[in-house]
């Protein structure tokens, strides 16, 4: 096929493939990004000689990972985050540094160096929340306290994996890789990174935030949807770029921040509902790109690596998050959606294994452990959430801490009739927060009436 077509032709069947096996993947009752990371083991020049460029795939992975964390930042809600803050921001801390420290031990005891070892960790504890997120939806259990102390947790894991994405350039001489910039002192190279990420950071908080939501309000007058789309990916792509050109800082931090910010605005919902076709489009190239780098006859050399990877990822870090749940107190049903959750690792999985080779820390044979214990830790997730009811009632009988966790009450679930009924009395109940919401409850408040707020959470 002709070289001026070669981007129609990667498209074309990165997607083509990807559809069929993302139908048979959700027929199998496997999520479909099963199905996306297959398509582009298949697909993959190396396996059977598709016209694919893996140059502009890579690329193409780029957006991908561009528009993923976009809608990350877009979803992100620091009201939700503080409300389970003191569980999930040590919890999350902890659960990484420990599963990060059994992965590097492990990893020492195959002979790897340091720079490898730490990649693998870091690689090995974070979880997926694309993946995290498609689960609690199916069950339902997005919007209740279980959801948010899983969505709360991810989104500290998040914070900390970007952190990490940060730093990681600049210590990676010392870690055995490569810098670009290696030639200069390393106490330097990193306060030269934490400025230009506090600089970025400030100048988003600071003018991004009321720039953005202004830009969007403007946009939406003129009343053209395409114009108002055009303008979220211009945002999107274009604050991830520049943050990348002017600030040294990576596209994934960009684009995070340009969704966070934007979710100020009134016109976030919308915002995110317009972007959402193509943040799932490129996410599929994102996911098939990645799979392009897999290649399965690695795996068969040590094939026990991969044993001791799985083990880790399905048994230790959910016992890890199981224990530090109970720990904190909390009900047994929350230590038990988390582990299910925290079962499986993923796309920041492949951002930190792709970077780590890029900087000379990870081989090709870690990046393909570290994509195959993806693949089915992600296809056996399910699983877990199957047999999390069975687990519960099973420990229940056996152990008398299981039955006292189970006996808690949610934190956040205090039922009326726990509730003192001069409180339940004389007060206005509003439904819904909108314009007309607030605007009542400023009337009741200067007329000294009480009130109660009814509103769905985003």
Avoid at 90 to 116: D, K, R
Avoid at 438 to 449: A, D, G, S
């Amino acid at each position: 096929m002709d070289n001026s077509i070669t981007l129609i032709s990667t498209v074309a069947i990165a997607f083509g493939v990807a559809l069929i096996l993302g139908f048979i993947a959700e027929k199998l009752k496997f999520p479909a990004l099963v199905g996306y990371l297959v398509a582009g083991i298949i697909v993959s020049p190396n396996l059977y000689g598709f016209n694919v460029d893996l140059g502009l795939a890579e690329q193409l992975s780029e957006l991908g990972v561009m528009l993923l964390m976009f809608g990350v930042g877009l979803n992100f809600s620091l009201s939700d985050l503080l409300k389970v803050k003191k569980l999930v921001v040590p919890g999350a801390v902890c659960q990484m540094a420990l599963s990060a420290f059994c992965a590097i031990m492990m990893a020492h005891l195959w002979g790897w160096p340091i720079g490898q070892c730490v990649i693998l960790g870091m690689c090995l504890s974070c979880a997926s929340t694309v993946v995290v997120l498609k689960a609690l939806e199916a069950r339902s259990l997005l919007e209740g306290f279980d959801g948010r102390v899983a969505v709360g947790w991810l989104v500290v894991q998040d914070m900390v994996t970007v952190l990490m994405l940060v730093l990681l350039p600049p210590l990676a001489s010392l870690l055995g890789g490569h810098s670009a910039t290696s030639d200069l002192p390393l106490w330097r190279l990193i306060v030269e990174t934490v400025a230009r990420v506090a600089a970025f950071i400030i100048l988003m908080l600071v003018i991004g935030k009321r720039v953005l939501p202004w830009l969007l309000w403007q946009v939406a007058k003129t009343g053209s949807r395409e114009l108002f789309t055009l303008c979220v990916l211009a945002v999107a792509i274009g604050i991830a770029y520049g943050a990348s050109e002017i600030f040294s800082v990576s596209f994934a931090l960009g684009a995070f921040f340009a969704g966070m910010v934007m979710r100020e605005s009134q016109y976030a919902h919308r915002a995110a509902i317009e972007s959402l076709p193509l943040r799932d489009a490129f996410s599929v190239i994102f996911f098939v790109g990645v799979g392009m780098l897999f290649d399965p006859s690695a795996i068969l050399e040590h094939p026990f690596y991969l044993l001791g990877i799985l083990f880790l990822i399905l048994i230790v870090n959910p016992l890890i998050a199981f224990g530090t749940v109970l720990l904190f107190r909390y009900p047994l049903h929350t230590a038990v959606t988390l582990a299910c959750c925290l079962g499986q690792i993923g796309e920041f999985s492949f951002i930190l294994g792709t970077l780590g080779v890029s900087l000379g820390l990870l081989t090709k044979e870690g990046m393909n452990l570290v994509l195959a214990a993806a693949i089915l830790t992600i296809a056996l997730n399910p699983i877990s959430f199957s047999v999390a009811r069975p687990v519960a009632e099973l420990l229940c009988k056996h152990f008398r801490f299981a039955r006292t966790a189970a006996a808690r009450l949610d934190p956040q679930s205090t039922m009326p009739d726990e509730v003192e009924s001069k409180k339940l009395l004389r007060h206005v109940v509003i439904v819904g927060y909108s314009s007309i919401g607030r605007k009542v409850c400023e009337i009741l408040t200067k007329q000294k009436i009480p009130f109660v707020v009814v509103d769905k959470q985003d």
